[in-house]
Protein backbone atom coordinates (compact mmCIF):
# COMPACT_ATOMS: atom_id res chain seq x y z
CA UNK A 1 0.00 0.00 0.00
CA UNK A 2 1.18 3.82 -0.87
CA UNK A 3 3.88 2.11 -3.38
CA UNK A 4 3.82 0.83 -7.14
CA UNK A 5 4.06 -2.65 -7.55
CA UNK A 6 5.90 -4.30 -10.18
CA UNK A 7 6.33 -7.75 -11.86
CA UNK A 8 6.87 -9.57 -14.66
CA UNK A 9 10.92 -9.37 -14.31
CA UNK A 10 12.91 -12.83 -15.32
CA UNK A 11 15.93 -14.09 -16.41
CA UNK A 12 15.97 -14.42 -20.58
CA UNK A 13 18.16 -14.84 -23.06
CA UNK A 14 19.78 -12.05 -25.19
CA UNK A 15 16.82 -11.82 -28.34
CA UNK A 16 14.25 -12.63 -25.55
CA UNK A 17 11.19 -11.08 -24.77
CA UNK A 18 9.40 -9.65 -20.94
CA UNK A 19 6.35 -7.75 -20.78
CA UNK A 20 6.34 -5.51 -17.07
CA UNK A 21 3.59 -4.24 -15.73
CA UNK A 22 2.68 -2.02 -13.01
CA UNK A 23 -0.12 -1.18 -10.44
CA UNK A 24 -0.13 2.49 -9.05
CA UNK A 25 -1.22 2.99 -5.26
CA UNK A 26 -4.73 3.94 -4.55
CA UNK A 27 -5.66 7.47 -5.68
CA UNK A 28 -2.57 7.52 -7.74
CA UNK A 29 -3.36 8.16 -12.07
CA UNK A 30 -1.27 5.96 -13.99
CA UNK A 31 -2.20 8.97 -17.13
CA UNK A 32 1.58 10.11 -17.12
CA UNK A 33 3.34 7.36 -15.38
CA UNK A 34 6.35 5.96 -15.96
CA UNK A 35 9.16 3.21 -15.94
CA UNK A 36 12.74 3.73 -14.35
CA UNK A 37 15.50 1.37 -14.73
CA UNK A 38 18.82 1.04 -12.23
CA UNK A 39 21.32 -1.55 -12.02
CA UNK A 40 24.48 -1.60 -10.20
CA UNK A 41 26.99 1.57 -10.25
CA UNK A 42 24.45 3.73 -12.58
CA UNK A 43 21.79 6.28 -11.36
CA UNK A 44 18.45 5.29 -11.79
CA UNK A 45 17.05 6.58 -15.40
CA UNK A 46 13.67 6.94 -17.06
CA UNK A 47 13.53 4.28 -19.53
CA UNK A 48 9.55 5.05 -20.83
CA UNK A 49 6.98 7.83 -19.35
CA UNK A 50 3.26 8.18 -20.65
CA UNK A 51 2.55 12.07 -21.71
CA UNK A 52 -0.54 13.37 -20.17
CA UNK A 53 -2.59 14.25 -23.27
CA UNK A 54 -1.21 11.17 -25.39
CA UNK A 55 1.89 9.13 -26.92
CA UNK A 56 4.44 8.55 -24.99
CA UNK A 57 8.35 9.94 -24.54
CA UNK A 58 11.24 7.63 -24.58
CA UNK A 59 14.82 8.17 -23.32
CA UNK A 60 17.41 8.39 -26.34
CA UNK A 61 19.09 5.09 -25.25
CA UNK A 62 15.77 3.28 -26.51
CA UNK A 63 15.53 3.72 -29.74
CA UNK A 64 12.38 1.47 -30.21
CA UNK A 65 13.51 -1.33 -28.61
CA UNK A 66 10.49 -0.81 -25.79
CA UNK A 67 7.19 0.16 -26.01
CA UNK A 68 4.75 1.56 -22.56
CA UNK A 69 1.21 0.95 -22.96
CA UNK A 70 -1.84 1.17 -20.44
CA UNK A 71 -5.07 0.66 -19.60
CA UNK A 72 -7.35 2.12 -16.25
CA UNK A 73 -5.68 0.09 -14.29
CA UNK A 74 -2.13 -1.29 -15.31
CA UNK A 75 0.72 -0.01 -17.43
CA UNK A 76 2.93 -2.36 -19.54
CA UNK A 77 6.37 -1.96 -20.84
CA UNK A 78 6.84 -4.47 -23.86
CA UNK A 79 10.84 -5.23 -25.19
CA UNK A 80 11.04 -8.07 -27.41
CA UNK A 81 14.58 -8.13 -28.26
CA UNK A 82 16.34 -7.76 -25.25
CA UNK A 83 19.99 -7.35 -24.67
CA UNK A 84 22.10 -7.60 -22.21
CA UNK A 85 22.47 -3.83 -20.96
CA UNK A 86 18.59 -3.99 -20.43
CA UNK A 87 20.08 -6.28 -17.01
CA UNK A 88 18.56 -4.03 -14.28
CA UNK A 89 15.58 -3.65 -11.66
CA UNK A 90 12.59 -1.80 -13.39
CA UNK A 91 10.34 0.38 -11.07
CA UNK A 92 7.11 2.72 -12.26
CA UNK A 93 6.51 6.04 -10.68
CA UNK A 94 4.85 9.14 -11.66
CA UNK A 95 6.84 11.45 -13.98
CA UNK A 96 7.33 13.80 -10.97
CA UNK A 97 8.90 10.19 -9.16
CA UNK A 98 7.76 11.01 -5.73
CA UNK A 99 10.06 8.83 -3.23
CA UNK A 100 7.56 7.47 -1.36
CA UNK A 101 5.99 5.87 -4.23
CA UNK A 102 9.06 3.70 -4.72
CA UNK A 103 8.45 0.03 -4.89
CA UNK A 104 10.44 -2.93 -4.63
CA UNK A 105 10.81 -3.27 -8.59
CA UNK A 106 11.23 -6.47 -10.42
CA UNK A 107 14.58 -7.52 -11.32
CA UNK A 108 15.47 -7.71 -15.62
CA UNK A 109 18.69 -9.98 -16.42
CA UNK A 110 19.73 -10.73 -19.75
CA UNK A 111 22.51 -12.94 -20.36
CA UNK A 112 23.28 -16.07 -21.94
Known amino acids: QGQFVESGGDFVQPGGSLNLSCAAP???????AGWYRQSPGNQRTLVARLNWGGGAHYADFVKGRFTISRDANTMSLQRDSLEPEDTALYYC?????????WGQGTQVTVSS
Open 26 to 32: EFVSLRN
Open 93 to 101: NTYLARESY
